[in-house]
């Protein structure tokens, strides 16, 4: 079985959604779906929030420091933005993957504007782990 593990800066909104997404297309195929940040900020309600709209419970995820990772489990790393690219361990024989995701959290205005750009970057993650998980899956079936 495999295991990933997605970055980003605070593990409270990039990260997370990406960890949600893998646990709920992916759990059959994975054995650990693991999310971190260069910072543990907690999960973001909104983030939480955007992610049961369509039926994917993040709520009970945990946030985790970078610091406390032991990468030598992974098989996948995937960061999703410059910072976590930046800070991330160099980690000999793995397959990391790196897109720069926009931070839903450094969003500005009423709640439906946040909401909104939550939304937008939800869906672009979504895609985006669809993507990586996609071909990723295909290229270890045709190595193993």
Known sequence: MKKIIFLCTGNSCRS?????????????????????GVKAEGVNPIAVKVMSEIGID??????????SVDFNQFDLVVTVCDNAQRTCPIILNKK??????????????????????????????EC????????????CQEIN
């Open 16 to 36: 997370q959604m990406a960890e949600g997404f893998a646990r709920s297309i992916l759990s059959n195929e994975i054995s650990i779906i693991d999310s971190a």
């Open 58 to 67: 993040i709520s009970r995820q945990e946030s985790t420091e970078i610091s």
């Open 96 to 125: 990391i993957i790196h897109k720069n995701i926009y931070d839903p959290a450094l969003a500005k205005g009423n709640i439906n504007n946040q909401l909104e750009i939550y939304r937008s970057v939800r869906n672009q993650i």
């Open 128 to 139: 985006f782990v669809k993507e990586i998980l996609k071909n990723y899956l295909s290229l």
